[in-house]
T-cell receptor, first 111, second 116 residues
């Protein structure tokens, strides 16, 4: 099935560094979501975005809903070891429940 | 509040055998989803229920997969017969909201299926 394109696919960073990742789609979405998945667990919702141009923060995480509605960005500031995991973006079109997930960005934090 | 419960957490079967997965959503959540997650990929929707009605099963391979949510609460996903390519994690999620949105889905831990 369709999956959104996320980049980078994986990244290694030093503890304390900032992280940026993005997600692009060929389709327009009305909702953008960012999830984190730890090994052996299901994805956990981090941030939900509902308006083009919207910038939303959740602690050290900040996500933006792209103006074109075809992309979204996630930034993590001052990374810590527990930030390790796989980050998935997900998009939802107007008036329809189906959520399409991205391919994931695997984050490794070096203490 | 208890989260989404799935069982079993792990299942190993031989090909051509049947297998079933069970999910109990968060209490009061009307919408229930079953997702398939292959290694290194994001979840892909198999079926979505609104109460006991399957409102989107377009991605469910109906020749071998079936699902039910008889009383609009817990749900069972079945594969019969299983094939090697069915090895994956099967995730269940639930959402408290109606059909107008639903992005805020809460996921269970998943069932990791290995078909030998």
């Amino acid at each position: 099935g369709q999956q959104l394109n996320q980049s980078p696919q994986s990244m290694f960073i030093q503890e304390g560094e900032d992280v940026s990742m993005n997600c692009t789609s060929s389709s327009i979405f009305n909702t953008w979501l960012w999830y984190k998945q730890d090994p052996g667990e299901g994805p956990v919702l981090l941030i939900a975005l509902y308006k083009a141009g919207e910038l939303t923060s959740n602690g050290r995480l900040t996500a933006q809903f792209g103006i074109t509605r075809k992309d979204s960005f996630l930034n993590i500031s001052a990374s810590i070891p527990s930030d390790v995991g796989i980050y998935f973006c997900a998009g939802q079109p107007r008036g329809y429940q189906k959520v399409t997930f991205g391919t994931g960005t695997k984050l490794q934090v070096i203490p | 509040e208890a989260g989404v419960v799935q069982s079993p957490r792990y299942k190993i079967i031989e090909k051509k055998q049947p297998v079933a997965f069970w999910c109990n959503p968060i209490s009061g959540h009307n919408t229930l989803y079953w997702y398939l997650q292959n290694l290194g990929q994001g979840p892909e929707l198999l079926i979505r229920y609104e109460n006991e009605e399957a409102v989107d099963d377009s991605q469910l391979p109906k020749d071998r997969f079936s699902a039910e949510r008889l009383k609009g609460v817990d749900s069972t996903l079945k594969i019969q017969p299983a094939e090697l390519g069915d090895s994956a994690v099967y995730l269940c999620a639930s959402s408290p909201k109606g059909t107008s949105d639903g992005g805020e889905q809460f996921f269970g831990p998943g069932t990791r299926l290995t078909v030998l």
